[in-house]
C-alpha cells in the first residue's frame, strides 16, 4: 500500500504504519494505557464505605481488608522472578486476569448476588484483585526501564505518574457510564483495567536498543505536557463536580475530553516515528551507505574486544562456584548485583526502612481518608473530592519527582535520595493539617499527602536500578514494593484501626450505648484519628533521616557519571540494528 507524495516520492503506508507499531514510542504510549488500568488500588478510599456498611464491618475489620489489599498489590518477589522468565505480554495477561476475577467477586458480594462470606474469602478476593497491578507494574516498568536506561528519571515519573493519575481518570470514566454509584464503580474497576492491557500486550516489549537519542530529553517532555493538560483538567472537573450538579451528559462531555487527552501522546509518537521514516527515505535516495548512524554521529575509537550490546557484569566467577559463594562480596555501586547481594546490602536495608516508613504513613492516611473526611463531618461528594485530590497531586508529585530528580542529579549531582527527604519532611506537613483541622485544611493536607506519597513511587524504582543494577530489576523493585504490605498492617492495622474503634467504642459508652457486633463502628470527632496521626508523624520523621543517611552514603556516586556505560554499549547496540535493518 503506497502513496505519491508531492515530490514524486512514494510513501508505504503499509510499511510505515508497521514501523509505528514497533518502535519505542509507541510501546511507551502503550504503557501508559497500561497503567492507567492499575489505579484502582489508589481509590480504594471511594468504595471502602459500601463495603463496611453493606457487609457490617468496623473499622478495624475494614483496615484489615486495605491491609489485605496492600499485601495483594504488593507481594511481589514472586511476580519479579516469573517476569525475569516470561516474557512482559505473559505477565500482562496474567495480571488482567486476576483483575477481573477478584473485583469481579467483590462486585458480587457488594450486590449481594452471593451469600454474604466471612471475612477471610474478602480479603482474598480483594489480594486477588489488587495483585493485578504488580504484574502491571513490573511487566511496564521493567521494561521500559531497560529501553530506556539513560533516561529511567524521567521515564519513571511518567509512568508512575500515568499510574497515580489512575485512580481520578477511573473515577471520571466511572461517573459517566454509571453515575455516582459506589456499588457499579466496583464493576467498572473489574472490566475495564483487566481488558486495556490485554489490547496492548503484545507492543510492550524489551527493544533490541537501549540508548538514549540525541531528541530523546525534548521528546520527553513533550509527553510530559498532555499528562499535566490532563491533570489540571481533572482537577478542574472535580473542583466543578463538588459546586455544581452535573448531568448525565456533562459527566460524558467531561469523560470524552479526559479519553481525548490520553490519547494525544500517540500523535507525539506517530510524529517522531514519520520524522525517522523520512530521515531514512533521504539517506536512501541520497545514496549513503546503510551502515552510517542516523540519530546519533559514528565516533571512531580504538577497536575493543567485542562486546554485547547491554552492560553485563564484569566478573567472571569460576565454573562450580556455589550460588551462595559471592553474597558477601559485593560489586561496586551500579553494577550488576545478585539478588541476595542487593537485599542483603546496607543500602538496600536503609531503602527497605525509608520504605517501610515513607509507604506505611502515606497508605494509612490515603486508605482511612474517607473515614477520616467522614468523621470531621464532610459530605461524601467532598471526601471522594479529597479521594481524587490524593490521586492527582499523586500524579504531580511522582512526575516532577522524575524530571526534577534527573535535572538535580545530572547538572548539579544531587543523590536521588535527597528528593525523598525532602517527601518525607513534607509529608510531616501533611499530618498535622489532619491533627489540627480548620476550615479547608483537609484540602491541603490530601494535596500534600498525595504529592509527597507520588514522590516516593518513582525514587524507589529509579535508587534500586541505580545502585544495584538492571540485571534483576524485575525481582529487587519488588522485594521493596514486598515492605508495604507490613507497614500496612504494623500503622494501618495495628495502630489506626484499633485506635479509631477504641475512640468510637468510647463514644458510645460516653452516650449510654454498647456496640453490637456486625453492626457499622462510626467515630465522630478530631479525636479519632488524632493520635494515630501523630504516630504517623513521628514515623515520616524517622524516614527523613533515614534517607538522608542513604543520600550521605552515594553521594560519591552519584557525582560520579552513572549513565557512562549505557552511552558507550548503547551506541554499538544501535550501530548494529542499524545495520541489521537496513540489510532487511
Known amino acids: 500500500m503506497t502513496t505519491i507524495l508531492s515530490n514524486n516520492r512514494q510513501f508505504d503506508s503499509l510499511g510505515f ?33 459500601v463495603i463496611k456498611s453493606t457487609q457490617g464491618y468496623d473499622q478495624s475489620t475494614l483496615n484489615f481488608l486495605g491491609f489485605s489489599k496492600d499485601l495483594g498489590g504488593n507481594l511481589g518477589a514472586p511476580i519479579g522472578l516469573i ?24 462486585w458480587l458480594v457488594v450486590t449481594g448476588r452471593i451469600y454474604k462470606p ?26 521500559c526501564v531497560k529501553n530506556f536506561p539513560e533516561s529511567r528519571g524521567t521515564i519513571l515519573g511518567l509512568l508512575k505518574g500515568y499510574l497515580g493519575l489512575s485512580g481520578a481518570i477511573l473515577s471520571q470514566l466511572y461517573l459517566a457510564i454509571y453515575g455516582n454509584d459506589p456499588e457499579s464503580l466496583i464493576l467498572l474497576i473489574a472490566w475495564l483495567p483487566a481488558a486495556i492491557p490485554i489490547i496492548f500486550a503484545c507492543v510492550i516489549r524489551t527493544m533490541d536498543v537501549g540508548t538514549r537519542q540525541s531528541n530523546e530529553g525534548k521528546l520527553m517532555n513533550h509527553f510530559l505536557i498532555p499528562s499535566i493538560v490532563l491533570a ?74 567485542k562486546e554485547s550490546p547491554f552492560p553485563q557484569h564484569s566478573s567472571r566467577e569460576p565454573p562450580h562456584t556455589p550460588w551462595y559463594a559471592n553474597i558477601f562480596n559485593k560489586p561496586e555501586r551500579g553494577e550488576d548485583h545478585t539478588i541476595l547481594q542487593a537485599l542483603l546490602s546496607v543500602d538496600m536495608m536503609l531503602v527497605l526502612v525509608s520504605s517501610f516508613a515513607g509507604y506505611g504513613t502515606n497508605v494509612s492516611v490515603v486508605d482511612n481518608l ?66 489540627f483541622p480548620t476550615p479547608g485544611s483537609v484540602y491541603f493536607a490530601s494535596v500534600i499527602i498525595g504529592f509527597s506519597f507520588g514522590v516516593i513511587w518513582p525514587m524507589f524504582y529509579a535508587i534500586v536500578s541505580e545502585l544495584f543494577g538492571l540485571k534483576y530489576f524485575a525481582t ?18 495495628r495502630v489506626t484501626g484499633i485506635l479509631y474503634d477504641k475512640e468510637a467504642r468510647n ?62 554499549d548503547g551506541t554499538a547496540a544501535e550501530t548494529e540494528l542499524t545495520k541489521s535493518s537496513d540489510r532487511d
Open 232 to 305: 489540571i483538567f481533572i482537577m478542574a472537573m472535580i473542583i466543578l463536580q463538588r459546586e455544581i450538579a452535573f448531568s448525565k451528559a456533562g459527566y460524558a462531555a467531561s469523560a470524552a475530553m479526559v479519553c481525548l487527552l490520553l490519547i494525544l501522546p500517540l500523535y507525539i509518537a506517530i510524529k517522531q516515528e514519520f520524522l525517522q521514516w523520512n530521515a531514512k527515505e533521504e539517506v536512501a535516495n541520497a545514496n549513503i551507505p546503510n551502515e552510517v548512524v542516523i540519530e546519533k554521529p559514528q565516533i571512531v575509537e580504538p577497536e575493543e574486544p
Open 476 to 493: 529487587l523493585q519488588n522485594c521493596v514494593l514486598m515492605i508495604i504490605p507490613l507497614a500496612s498492617y504494623v500503622l494501618n492495622v
Open 17 to 49: 504504519i508497521v514501523q509505528v507499531l514497533k518502535g519505542r514510542w509507541f510501546m511507551l504510549c502503550a504503557s501508559f494505557f497500561a497503567l492507567i488500568g492499575g489505579g484502582a488500588v489508589y481509590i480504594f478510599g471511594s468504595y471502602s464505605e
Open 83 to 106: 517476569a525475569e522468565v516470561t516474557p512482559p505480554w505473559l505477565t500482562l495477561v496474567i495480571g488482567s486476569t486476576l483483575n477481573f476475577v477478584g473485583y469481579f467477586m467483590i
Open 507 to 568: 463514644q458510645l459508652k460516653r452516650n449510654g450505648q454498647e456496640w453490637v457486633k456486625g453492626t457499622e463502628l462510626a467515630c465522630v470527632g478530631t479525636n479519632c484519628y488524632k493520635l494515630s496521626i501523630i504516630i504517623m508523624t513521628c514515623v515520616s520523621f524517622f524516614a527523613a533521616i533515614t534517607s538522608f543517611i542513604l543520600a550521605m552514603r552515594t553521594r560519591k556516586f552519584y557525582k560520579s557519571d552513572i549513565y557512562k556505560k549505557f552511552t558507550k
Open 118 to 143: 466471612p471475612v477471610w474469602q474478602v480479603c482474598i478476593y480483594i489480594a486477588i484483585g489488587t495483585s493485578s497491578q504488580n504484574f502491571f507494574n513490573t511487566g511496564v516498568v521493567t521494561t
Open 370 to 435: 474517607g473515614q477520616i473526611g467522614k468523621s470531621l463531618g464532610y459530605t461524601g461528594n467532598t471526601v471522594r473530592s479529597f479521594v481524587s485530590l490524593v490521586s492527582i497531586w499523586n500524579y504531580f508529585g511522582r512526575v516532577l519527582a522524575g524530571f526534577l530528580s534527573e535535572i538535580l542529579m545530572q547538572k548539579y549531582k544531587v543523590p536521588r535520595p535527597m528528593v525523598l527527604v525532602f517527601s518525607h519532611f513534607i509529608t510531616c506537613i501533611g499530618h498535622l493539617l489532619i491533627i
